[in-house]
């Protein structure tokens, strides 16, 4: 069981013993660099690749440039090398900067694909002419501002970021001894940034999957391209409880470090792990159900692919 460490003005003391913080420091770099290079491969088809012409791919486009944000300025580089060293190895004041990047960007992938679901299920419902290149960007906007107006409160002192539980890394605390103002934020990022959001993921994914069926009949005889929107439905339903199952076992580890007990070693490594390994969690899925995604992403290896007439597609709804 790992003692929760107790708010330093630098991460020290790691709870770890030398074996485990080699297992999970060897594990954040490998899945790191793994996450950062596939959603690298991800961003360059989706900017590339003319097959890869839907409004829908700007979605899926957006959710790849927030993991690998994520991966490159909030994950592996720092958390992996502290957790070798066995303390955090950047400063208080980069601690600071570090925890609000990982709360910028883990907030932004929640909004992401919580976007990125809900257009699912209304274009299950209509069609994709019902949503208009405006609201898409404005979509995308929206995830970006969320995720500032949630990760900026700590910053002035509602909430607070410092060392997570392994003593190694920074993150928000989540520690019972806050005070007021920390614990108001806390419930409200819990509720409404967690549990409405995974909600409306929910939701939206199983309206959007039980609608299939009814616009593919709706459809019939019409030049809307029915069969290219089941697989991105298929895309976004594996997607979602993909990415859930990864983030659960960080919400166990904040629910215990709640309760104010010890925390297990376990659940602080597959934690960790898991939220790491999550950024591989969309190119996987866009590689098993989308067939256009596979051409677009396999076909940059070997050969170059023209881009003519990319930006007319995304920028036109008629050529969409």
């Not at 592996?76 to 609000?100: D, V």
């Not at 790491?276 to 067939?291: F, G, H, T």
Request: proline letters at 4%; hydrophobic letters at 45%.
């Amino acid at each position: 069981m790992v003692e929760l460490p107790l708010h330093e003005s630098q991460c020290t003391g790691a709870p770890l013993d030398s074996a485990h913080r080699i297992y999970l420091g060897v594990s954040l770099i490998v899945l790191g660099t793994v996450g950062v290079a596939a959603n690298g491969w991800l961003v360059r088809g989706s900017l590339t690749s003319p097959l890869l012409t839907m409004k829908t791919h700007l979605l899926m486009l957006n959710l790849a440039i927030t993991c690998l944000g994520r991966g490159l300025l909030a994950g592996f580089p720092f958390a992996g090398s502290s957790t070798l060293a066995g303390r955090w190895l950047f400063g208080k004041e980069c601690c600071q900067f570090f925890a609000f990047l990982l709360q910028f960007f883990g907030m932004s992938q929640v909004a992401a694909i919580t976007i990125l679901a809900v257009e699912r299920a209304v274009v299950a419902r209509h069609s994709e002419t019902f949503l208009s290149m405006q609201q898409y960007v404005t979509g995308i906007l929206l995830c970006w501002i969320s995720a500032a107006v949630w990760a900026t409160p700590p910053l002035l002192g509602w909430g607070r970021y410092g060392c997570d539980p392994t003593a190694m890394s920074c993150s928000l605390e989540w520690s019972p001894n806050t005070d007021f103002s920390s614990s108001v934020y806390n419930i409200c990022l819990l509720t409404l940034g967690g549990a409405l959001s995974a909600t409306i993921m929910c939701v939206s994914v199983w309206c959007a999957v039980s609608s299939e069926g009814k616009r593919s009949l709706q459809s019939a005889g019409t030049d809307i391209d029915c069969p290219s929107q089941r697989v991105l439905t298929k895309t976004v339903g594996v997607l979602v409880p993909g990415l859930c199952l990864m983030w659960l076992p960080q919400t166990l580890l904040i629910f215990w470090v709640v309760t104010g007990t010890p925390l297990p070693t376990a659940l602080a490594i597959i934690a960790a792990v898991s939220s790491e390994a999550s950024a591989v969690v969309p190119i996987l899925a866009c590689l098993a159900c989308d067939k256009n995604m596979r051409k677009a992403l396999f076909g940059i290896l070997g050969t170059s692919t023209s881009s003519t007439g990319k930006q007319d597609n995304f920028l036109g709804d008629d050529a969409i």
